[in-house]
């Protein structure tokens, strides 16, 4: 079955250093890959939207990158603060008219 | 824009009670989609639908559940009965045209069943 991991459920990282996040997926072959950031008490929020024909899409601080071969997307956010700390989550779907699973989420802690 | 709006957003109710969660989709977008989240298994895609029909309800774990859409402005999920393993946070997302890009989600509602 298909199946989408990312890389672990907590990330610690001190402020002003990168954080890199990863999302493997098994089974499936997505045409879309999209980053969501999640509050507490909050719905997800739309960050980035990566195609399978890009290897790269950067929007301010944060770089996705989506390796169709290796099956993973990394996320990283430079320079990172405090305000960046949330759960992030994976979402795949197989084309623009597929619907869009979801990771469980990586909780990122940015410490001062 | 005023977004996704959704009520309520705290529901508690015992075991047996009907529970009705409402959503308000961005004005103009093609597709409403409901999920849940849990610890245990993330987000679900329970149901979607697109122009107001619903077309894929896969997702939803019993005909407990039902879920509908009137108009273009708002829709319901019904969990009749309720039982404790519906405890969860239940979300509301419209997507303008395009079903597998940007989701754009309200701010839930926790649901807990006693």
């Known amino acids: 079955s298909q199946k989408i991991e990312q890389n672990s459920e907590a990330l610690n990282i001190q402020e002003g250093k990168t954080a890199t996040l990863t999302c493997n997926y098994t089974?499936?072959?997505?045409?879309?890959l999209q980053w969501y950031r999640q509050d507490p008490g909050r719905g997800p929020v739309f960050l980035l939207l990566?195609?399978?024909?890009?290897k790269e899409k950067r929007k301010e601080r944060l770089k996705v990158t989506f390796d169709t071969t290796l099956k993973q997307s990394l996320f990283h956010i430079t320079a990172s603060q405090p305000a960046d700390s949330a759960t992030y989550l994976c979402?795949?779907?197989?084309?623009?008219?597929?619907?869009?699973?979801f990771g469980s989420g990586t909780r990122l802690s940015i410490r001062p | 824009d005023a977004g996704v709006i959704q009520s309520p957003r705290h529901e508690v109710t015992e075991m047996g009670q009907e529970v009705t969660l409402r959503c308000k989709p961005i004005?103009?977008?093609?597709?409403l989609f409901w999920y849940r989240q849990t610890m245990m298994r993330g987000l679900e895609l329970l149901i979607y639908?697109?122009?107001?029909?619903?077309?894929?309800d896969s997702g939803m774990p019993e005909d407990r559940f039902s879920a509908k859409m009137p108009n273009a402005s708002f829709s319901t999920l019904k969990i009749q009965p309720s039982e404790p393993r519906d405890s969860a946070v239940y979300f509301c997302?419209?997507?303008?045209?395009?079903?597998?890009?940007?989701?754009?989600f309200g701010s839930g509602t926790q649901l807990s069943v006693l």
């Open positions: 997302a419209s997507s303008p045209d395009r079903l597998g890009e940007k989701l754009f």
């Open positions: 089974n499936y072959s997505p045409a879309y």
């Open positions: 990566i195609r399978e024909n890009e």
């Open positions: 979402a795949l779907s197989r084309s623009s008219a597929s619907k869009i699973i």
């Open positions: 004005s103009g977008h093609d597709y």
């Open positions: 639908f697109n122009n107001n029909v619903p077309i894929d």
